[in-house]
């Protein structure tokens, strides 16, 4: 399963982006998707995370300004982010969870990830 994330860039305090991380593959089934960042000098943080039924969970500091999002039809999942801050400056990565067709009736569970796309924020 091979995972492509786009849409990161540079942009002003208290402006948007929208990334998008499209799967292809032999994909049977998506479990979860998620976005994660890590910014310089810090450890890689889970921001955002959408379930097969939906529900989704965002790490405090993005509530009310990022959603995560998913279009099954398409195995991508976005992340639309406004009011954007310097602090959320960092390089966006892309996982996705599910279980993928290993041929001859077999399937078998995978975790993937995407490259990450950076995203700056000026003051």
């Known amino acids: 399963v091979q995972l492509q994330a786009s849409g990161g860039g540079l942009v002003q ?20 998707m998620y976005w994660y960042r890590q910014a310089p000098g810090k450890e890689r943080e889970l921001v955002a995370t959408i379930r ?4 989704t969970s965002y790490v405090d500091s993005v509530k009310g ?19 954007l801050k310097p602090e959320d400056t960092a390089v966006y990565s892309c996982r996705v969870d599910g ?6 009736g077999s399937y078998t569970p995978f975790v ?3 490259q990450g796309t950076q995203v700056t924020v000026s003051s």
């Open 13 to 32: 305090a208290g402006g948007s982006l929208r990334l998008s991380c499209a799967a292809s593959g032999s994909i049977f089934s998506i479990s979860a």
């Open 52 to 55: 097969s039924g939906g529900s």
């Open 65 to 83: 300004r990022f959603t995560i999002s998913r279009d099954n039809a398409k195995n991508t999942v976005y992340l639309q982010m406004l009011s």
């Open 99 to 104: 279980v993928l067709y290993a041929g001859g």
């Open 112 to 114: 993937s990830w995407g």
